[in-house]
């Protein structure tokens, strides 16, 4: 597994930015596919966005497509999250992962807490 720590969380004015990071540890990066899931108060986690092991293939969900980009710099063992447009229902705790390409196996990281004020 790898240690995952998250940055850039805070709190933004609906129609503001945020760019989150996350900073892996470990040797095996590169073997990973990383992520984004969020987590509202009261409501299930939920899938935001990925990026592939290269770094080739993004995939980002219907609700926040067009406005959060998911990238990678494998150099950096970092992934982020640019998220523009914001609105008052992005407001949840976004937690980064990693899946192994070799096991499967996935780690999450602590959370960054993210606040869109109407």
């Known amino acids: 597994q790898v240690q995952l720590v998250e940055s850039g969380g805070g709190l933004v004015q609906a129609g503001g930015s945020l760019r989150l990071s996350c900073v892996a540890s470990g040797r095996t990066f590169s073997r990973h596919s990383m992520g984004w899931f969020r987590q509202a108060p009261g409501k299930e986690r939920e899938f935001v966005a990925a990026?592939?092991?290269?770094?080739?293939?993004?995939y980002i969900a219907d609700s926040v497509k067009g406005r959060f980009t998911c990238s990678r710099d494998n150099a950096k063992n970092t992934v982020y999250l640019q998220m523009n447009s914001l609105k008052p229902e992005d407001t949840a705790v976004y937690y980064c992962?990693?899946?192994?390409?070799?096991?499967?196996?996935?780690?999450w990281g602590q959370g960054t807490q993210v606040t869109v004020s109407s």
């Open positions: 992962y990693a899946d192994s390409t070799v096991d499967g196996a996935r780690s």
């Open positions: 990026v592939s092991w290269s770094g080739g293939s993004t």
